[in-house]
């Protein structure tokens, strides 16, 4: 990790300074084609490129340097049970964007730079999301558990691990043709002028959820 970035911290802890009234209405396969991503029109999508929003700072008030970490691997690096540096999972190097002349990283400036970066690392990050990926699957009795929402789920993480459990997961194997859509970049605000961005993704069937059903949530249908 490069000793001159910032210190990660909670970013769950973190002040909300990014602009996710702007980031919610991106329609962003990740691994697709940078012209195929599009902006949320009220119920129409209308091409990114060109489009108002991306001259739109991505912060309030804005920034003018961030690096931009892949939520995933970061949380694979700090999972990793290997206490010797050498042997223990290495993330992704993060993206710096930066303003040089002090103008706000526009959201254009962030899509274009941050869809290569991720797409420079989607065998990493295809791997990373593969372990935490979860689907339903059938019991011994038949009985098959279709899915969950995912406002829910923490709930689950509650129950008395001692009680019967009410459904089953299976992890990893994402199918094939699965795609990858943006979800989040979450603020990690260290001080006024230096930030980190967690990029978060759903993954097509994740929790036994469809893309429509990640886009009506998204959309508040």
């Given at each position: 990790?490069?000793?001159?970035?910032?210190?990660?911290?909670?970013?769950?802890?973190?002040?909300?300074?990014?602009?996710?009234?702007?980031?919610?209405?991106?329609?962003?396969?990740?691994?697709?084609?940078?012209?195929?991503?599009?902006?949320?029109?009220?119920?129409?999508?209308?091409?990114?490129?060109?489009?108002?929003?991306?001259?739109?700072?991505?912060?309030?008030?804005?920034?003018?340097?961030?690096?931009?970490?892949?939520?995933?691997?970061?949380?694979?690096?700090?999972?990793?049970?290997?206490?010797?540096?050498?042997?223990?999972?290495?993330?992704?190097?993060?993206?710096?964007?930066?303003?040089?002349?002090?103008?706000p990283?526009?959201?254009?400036?962030?899509?274009?730079?941050v869809?290569?970066?991720?797409?420079?690392?989607?065998?990493?990050?295809?791997?990373?999301?593969?372990?935490?990926?979860?689907?339903?699957?059938?019991?011994?009795?038949?009985?098959k558990?279709?899915?969950?929402?995912?406002?829910?789920?923490?709930?689950?993480?509650?129950?008395?691990?001692?009680?019967?459990?009410?459904?089953?997961?299976?992890?990893?194997?994402?199918?094939?043709?699965?795609?990858?859509?943006?979800?989040?970049?979450?603020?990690?605000?260290v001080?006024?002028?230096?930030?980190?961005?967690?990029?978060?993704?759903?993954v097509?069937?994740?929790?036994?959820?469809?893309?429509?059903?990640?886009?009506?949530?998204?959309?508040?249908?």
């Open positions: 990790m490069d000793p001159n970035l910032p210190t990660a911290m909670n970013f769950h802890a973190s002040p909300d300074r990014i602009r996710q009234d702007l980031f919610d209405r991106l329609h962003w396969n990740v691994f697709g084609p940078l012209g195929d991503i599009s902006v949320r029109d009220g119920t129409t999508l209308t091409p990114f490129t060109d489009h108002a929003i991306g001259s739109e700072s991505i912060a309030d008030p804005p920034v003018a340097r961030i690096a931009v970490q892949i939520n995933a691997c970061q949380e694979k690096y700090s999972m990793d049970e290997t206490e010797e540096e050498k042997y223990r999972y290495q993330s992704p190097a993060p993206l710096v964007i930066e303003k040089f002349d002090g103008a990283i526009l959201l254009s400036d962030f899509v274009a730079q869809h290569l970066f991720l797409n420079a690392n989607k065998e990493e990050i295809y791997k990373c999301e593969d372990e935490i990926y979860t689907q339903p699957t059938e019991l011994e009795d038949g009985w558990f279709v899915g969950v929402d995912p406002d829910e789920f923490d709930s689950f993480e509650d129950e008395d691990e001692s009680a019967e459990p009410s459904h089953f997961w299976r992890s990893g194997n994402i199918p094939a043709d699965s795609r990858f859509f943006f979800d989040q970049a979450q603020f990690n605000a001080d006024t002028d230096e930030f980190e961005a967690y990029i978060t993704f759903f097509e069937g994740n929790m036994g959820t469809s893309f429509e059903q990640f886009w009506e949530r998204r959309a508040g249908v």
